[in-house]
């Protein structure tokens, strides 16, 4: 289907270190949508000194190049991100 953005990822399950996108163009924003069940992930965003809550329905646009972000342990619950 037709999309605006360059690429899309599936991630299950997984913790994710904190990372910059190196492949994002740093004027264009990514999606990040938590979808699942059951589930209290954190998105960190450190260089913001920030934690949101990222339960599932949740959808956020950060400028993923240029700013480090990540998901530590979230305990229990199914935890699916479309990025």
Same mark, same amino acid.
Do not use: C
């Given at each position: 289907?037709?999309?605006?953005?360059?690429?899309?990822?599936?991630?299950?399950?997984?913790?994710?270190?904190?990372?910059?996108?190196?492949?994002?163009?740093?004027?264009?924003?990514?999606? &990040?949508?938590?979808?699942? @069940?059951?589930? @209290?992930?954190?998105?960190?965003?450190?260089?913001?000194?920030? @934690?949101?809550?990222?339960?599932?329905?949740?959808?956020?646009?950060?400028?993923?190049?240029? &700013?480090?972000?990540?998901?530590?342990?979230?305990?229990?619950?199914?935890?699916?991100?479309?990025?």
């Amino acid at each position: 289907w037709p999309s605006t953005f360059s690429g899309i990822e599936v991630i299950v399950n997984r913790e994710m270190p904190h990372h910059r996108n190196p492949g994002a163009s740093p004027s264009v924003y990514d999606l &990040l949508v938590s979808l699942g @069940q059951d589930h @209290q992930a954190v998105l960190d965003l450190p260089d913001l000194g920030a @934690q949101l809550g990222y339960p599932p329905g949740t959808m956020v646009y950060i400028a993923g190049k240029v &700013l480090e972000h990540g998901i530590p342990r979230w305990g229990d619950g199914e935890r699916i991100v479309i990025a």
